[in-house]
Every structure is written in structure tokens, then in C-alpha cells.
């Protein structure tokens, strides 16, 4: 059974960093695409960023790019996103996800059950 | 990329079928096959209920459908089941290694 785990979550101040975790299990991870999806308190998904099992290609929201950087050990069979700079608007839930098919990014399934980010002072 | 556009909500009786409808542009929608659709149950994880605009994952049922018009696509929801209650997002592939959301639809059974 593919499991998901977020961790990393909290609160920071504005201007501060984060760096979320996802242990993946169930599945041979350095061959699956994974992602980062965020929603905002009572908002809908936002794409973040994803990244590809083999050749580790990043993919980035054009909003986020430059501020948040994806990353993955597949030696731990870990997921990372680092994000700086975190403002008001980066409040969230982050959730992540598996890419359906190989290295294909494009569909995720199935996701975790998130790690909350609040950024506030 | 901007956020496709659903309408906020939609709502059936037990056994009767609803379409949620997802509208982009050239540059998503219209110009690439695709397009997901996603349900999301209160407090819960999304899980993929169309991709390729047409193909269900295995274990989904056959009740969901998935079709696109030119640039809108829409997902339709056959012999409404209470368990159907939940909000529903369509994604896209938008170019240059972009995904983009819809807002998100509410479906309501009576």
C-alpha cells in the first residue's frame, strides 16, 4: 500500500523558511514523478512544483518559482520542498503526491494528508 | 497561469446524473488532452477520479465520465450517490511545464 507521510509544517514568521518532508513507502520511489500541492484555509488546490523520478527535472508554479525549490534522496525515499521568503499568502495545507504512471508528473495519486504552514508573526 | 473556471456549486437527487463544467483557454484546456478531475471529501486528501480527460483510474466508478469541447472540459456524474457529495476540482496541463487548478465545485445531493 503506498503511504504518504507530510511533516515540516508549523508556524513561521514572515520572511522566514520552512523545509516540508514527505516519506513515501509501498512503491519504488525513485521511479515515480512526485509533487507538491498546496490549499489555502477554506480555498481550492494550487499546483506547486513537481519533480521527476529519473532525471529529477523540476517543474515549478511561475508564482513560486524562485522561492520555494523541490528536491527528493531517493536513497530515503524522501520528498522535500524548501520554501523562503514565506509571506501571509503561503498559509496553507501542503500536501504530497505521486505521480500516476512512471515519470509522468502530470497526475497525482494518491496524495497525503497534508502538513499545515502558517506564516505569521 | 490563471485558475480554470468552475461553477461554485451544483446539485442533483439520488439516481439522477450532474456535469461540472471546467473552462480555460487555448493555451490549456483546448490545446492539450489533459485534463484531470479530482474529488476531495471535507478535511480529506484529493483522489483522482479522471485523467486523460476520459480514463478512470481502476477502482473508479464507471458512473464518472469525462469529456472536453473545445476549451471546456467536463466531468458528469451518472445515477447520483450520496457518497458523490464532495467538492470537485478539474487540473490541466497549461504549457511549459505548467498544471493548473480549477476553483473547485461543491456538489450537493438532494
Known amino acids: 500500500e503506498v503511504q504518504l507521510l507530510e511533516s515540516g509544517g508549523g508556524l513561521v514568521q514572515p520572511g522566514g523558511s520552512l523545509r516540508l518532508s514527505c516519506a513515501a513507502s509501498g512503491f519504488t520511489f525513485s521511479t515515480y514523478a512526485m509533487a507538491w500541492v498546496r490549499q489555502a484555509p477554506g480555498k481550492g488546490l494550487e499546483w506547486v512544483s513537481s519533480i521527476r523520478g529519473s532525471d529529477t527535472n523540476t517543474y515549478y508554479a511561475d508564482s513560486l518559482r524562485g522561492r520555494f525549490t523541490i528536491s527528493r534522496d531517493n536513497s530515503k525515499n524522501s520528498l522535500y520542498l524548501q520554501m523562503n521568503s514565506l509571506t501571509a499568502e503561503d498559509t496553507a495545507v501542503y500536501f504530497c503526491?505521486?505521480?500516476?504512471?512512471?515519470?509522468?508528473?502530470?497526475?497525482?495519486?494518491?496524495w497525503g494528508q497534508g502538513t499545515l504552514v502558517t506564516v505569521s508573526s | 497561469q490563471s485558475a480554470l473556471t468552475q461553477p461554485r456549486s451544483v446539485s442533483g437527487s439520488p439516481g439522477q446524473s450532474v456535469t461540472i463544467s471546467c473552462t480555460g483557454t487555448?493555451?490549456?484546456?483546448?490545446?492539450?488532452?489533459?485534463v484531470s478531475w479530482y474529488q476531495q471529501h471535507p478535511g480529506k486528501a484529493p483522489k483522482l477520479m479522471i485523467y486523460d480527460v476520459t480514463k478512470r483510474p481502476s477502482g473508479v466508478p464507471d458512473r464518472f465520465s469525462g469529456s472536453k469541447s473545445g476549451n471546456t472540459a467536463s466531468l458528469t456524474i451518472s445515477g447520483l450517490q450520496s457518497d458523490d457529495e464532495s467538492k470537485y476540482y478539474c487540473c490541466s496541463y497549461a504549457g511549459t511545464y505548467l498544471l493548473v487548478f480549477g476553483g473547485g465545485t461543491t456538489l450537493t445531493v438532494l
Open positions: 503526491a505521486k505521480g500516476v504512471s512512471g515519470d509522468s508528473w502530470v497526475y497525482m495519486d494518491p
Open positions: 487555448s493555451s490549456d484546456v483546448g490545446a492539450y488532452n489533459y
